[in-house]
């Protein structure tokens, strides 16, 4: 088999027949879709301190009533979406829900919040990440946005891979988080179990004397801020499809661990920072150290488990953007079903995912890196807002629905679950509105309504098309005027693939007009012009008049600016003019390059041709192309390339 980088970087294709197969489970599913729940158990704690800074230790001692706020509402999450998972087993994320129960426009504001979201927690996630890494190693600091490049290029390249590969790639560092985060939590409780006061193995910073005051205004910012912990809640619900059988069973025990894991993280994290004095750092200032990097250095030192629970956390803060790989694709493979987004979105790839939406949703988080450095402190601001908007819509959907099917089991229950889950959503994404708004959210209040009209731009290109497709499709065949095409055949010179061009326009018309453009390398043109005229005659009229054929003419028509299209449409008007009702077929004879590097070699001036009649020919030109290969047809390099052999396929799907 021929070397291939797309084989050896992404992998063989995969059949549909193996889908099945590629599903996953509980053990890949943490790790394929709570990576970005778990995760924010770093950043939510340290966003919420960055707001308290500079109140001393009386916004410390709020850091606890907030995060059991958060977690109240995060509680609330679980069982809304435990239900919305239940309702809809084929993928019930927000854009279902509010599409099905409120309407096309709920759902699509819902879809289009998501897509933002799902972009800022790719770009936030590997922002803190390497936030993580930088304080392990302050020499990096000076490279912060080449690193997330770096690892946001990874991470795509993984994801490009397929759903399952991908899980269980992250299953070791997810687990590694898991283990070492909540041991060290444990380890610091248990120290503290007294009551008495803890005492560090390092110090973190003093806490700074107080310089402004614990207002409600700023602890409405703190609880603003602290919310992004639960973003990523969403993405089980949106991905139960992805799910081996029996689905909901798996989906509900992926969000379970989930919401279970994170709710220990953030009260434990809390705790123990209120207990060691722990505050946040501005992360643009030399000697910066993230919040677990103070708590895990307290509590056991800045020995080997320091270094093994910040590579966890480095890893998992990196890799949590791996929710959003595995969501956006999806999201987007449902709005394009609708035909909201381009078709692209609904095809799966090589690997059985969605690559258009893997490919989307990296360059825009690379952007947004560009363009805030890959500091998370500018990034946060812009977060949680459309999460908040997409929990909103997809409760109130939830509720739609129970009020609609008052005979479902418990239904009124679950209409006010759902209806308390969609209350308190929304005045929390009320208070980060107006806690953020100034801060930055106000660049995604902007951006969500831009998204959401883009996408009704789609669907309106797409209907435009369908009326113009279908009008009059019905009507049939008028197969007693059907009469040969008249034939135009451009040549610039007379060579072998113009003898096949010609020799096909000869097979399909008793009407062929050749056609050479003059001035196209120059002034100096008779001498080609001749050497054309002799071949001609010699090549095709002779042999054509022996054979009793019509001969086809050759016209050389001067292109004094050295134009192709004017010329050319030029002359597709004349024979449409002089045709009597023929339709006109334009025969282009084509250079095939052999390798990519020969493309840079030739003028390619048939594919300019082939665009300007496509696109200005009119409805009554068709264009052939007759292609001549510079290098042997080599078919079974391609069918290697795309069909594996029974021996690369697994046996269980075969």
Not at 227 to 255: D, I
């Amino acid at each position: 088999m021929p070397f291939s980088l797309t084989r050896l970087l992404i992998g063989r294709p995969v059949a549909n027949r193996e889908a099945e197969g590629r599903r996953i489970g509980v053990l890949e599913g943490l790790p394929a879709m709570g990576l970005d729940g778990l995760s924010s158990a770093a950043y939510g704690p340290e966003a919420a301190l960055a707001v308290l800074a500079g109140t001393g230790a009386a916004g410390l001692a709020a850091i606890g009533p907030i995060t059991w706020s958060v977690v109240a509402l995060l509680l609330v999450l679980f069982v809304s979406y435990w239900q919305t998972i239940t309702a809809y087993p084929n993928n019930g994320g927000s854009y279902v829900v509010a599409r099905e129960n409120i309407g096309t426009d709920a759902g699509l504001l819902a879809a289009a919040a998501l897509m933002v979201d799902y972009m800022l927690n790719v770009a936030v996630g590997i922002a803190a990440g390497v936030g993580a890494l930088t304080s392990a190693l302050p020499v990096l600091q000076p490279d912060t946005l080449a690193l997330c490049l770096l690892i946001l290029a990874a991470l795509t390249l993984v994801n490009l891979r397929g759903t399952r590969e991908t899980g269980l790639a992250l299953a070791v560092p997810t687990y590694l988080f898991i283990v070492t985060l909540g041991g060290i939590i444990v380890w610091g409780a248990m120290a503290g179990l007294g009551g008495g006061p803890l005492h560090p193995v390092v110090a973190p910073p003093s806490v700074p004397a107080a310089s402004r005051a614990v207002t409600l205004w700023l602890l409405l910012r703190t609880f603003a801020s602290g919310c992004t912990a639960m973003t990523g809640v969403e993405a089980v619900s949106n991905g139960v499809s992805a799910f081996r059988e029996p689905a909901t069973r798996h989906a509900h025990a992926t969000l379970t661990a989930m919401v279970a894991v994170l709710t220990l993280l953030l009260l434990g994290i809390a705790w123990l920072v209120q207990r060691y004095g722990i505050t946040a750092m501005d992360q643009t200032q030399p000697g910066y150290q993230s919040v677990l990097s103070q708590l895990v250095a307290a509590v056991a030192g800045r020995g080997g488990v320091y270094y093994v629970t910040i590579a966890g956390v480095l890893a998992v803060l990196c890799l949590s953007a791996n929710t959003s790989f595995v969501g956006f694709p999806r999201l987007c493979h449902l709005v394009a079903r609708d035909g909201f987004l381009p078709e692209a979105f609904a095809l799966p790839g090589r690997r059985l995912v969605y690559s258009a939406g893997v490919l989307f949703l990296a360059v825009g988080a690379g952007l947004l890196l560009a363009a805030f450095g890959g500091i998370t402190d500018r990034l946060i601001p812009l977060f949680a807002v459309g999460a908040f908007l997409s929990f909103t819509l997809s409760q109130a959907g939830m509720a739609m629905h129970w009020w609609r099917a008052p005979a479902a089991p418990w239904a009124r229950v679950k209409l006010v679950i759902n209806g308390g889950g969609a209350a308190a959503t929304g005045a929390a994404l009320a208070v980060i509105l107006v806690a953020k708004f100034a801060e930055g959210a106000w660049l995604t209040v902007l951006v969500i309504p831009l998204a959401l009209f883009l996408l009704r731009l789609v669907r309106r290109y797409y209907a435009n098309i369908e009326r113009q497709l279908l009008r009059g499709a019905e009507a049939r065949l008028n197969l007693r005027t059907v009469r040969p095409p008249v034939v135009l055949v451009p040549l610039e010179r007379w060579d072998r693939a113009a003898r096949k061009a010609v020799g096909l326009a000869l097979r399909l018309s008793d009407s062929v007009t050749a056609l050479h453009l003059t001035e196209l390398e120059g002034p100096d043109v008779e001498e080609h012009t001749a050497r054309l005229r002799r071949r001609w005659q010699q090549a095709v009229a002779a042999p054509a008049q022996a054979a009793g054929l019509p001969v086809p003419e050759l016209r050389i028509e001067s292109s004094p600016y050295r134009s192709l299209r004017a010329p050319l449409l030029r002359m597709v008007a004349e024979m449409r003019a002089k045709g009597g009702g023929r339709t006109i077929t334009v025969v282009l004879p084509q250079l095939v390059e052999a390798s990519w590097w020969e493309m840079l070699l030739h003028k390619h001036r048939e594919r300019r041709i082939r665009a300007a009649l496509l696109r200005h020919g009119g409805p009554d030109v068709t264009v052939l192309s007759v292609p001549w290969q510079l290098a042997p047809a080599a078919p079974q390099s391609v069918i290697a390339e795309e069909e594996p052999t029974a021996a690369e396929v697994p046996s269980v799907v075969r």
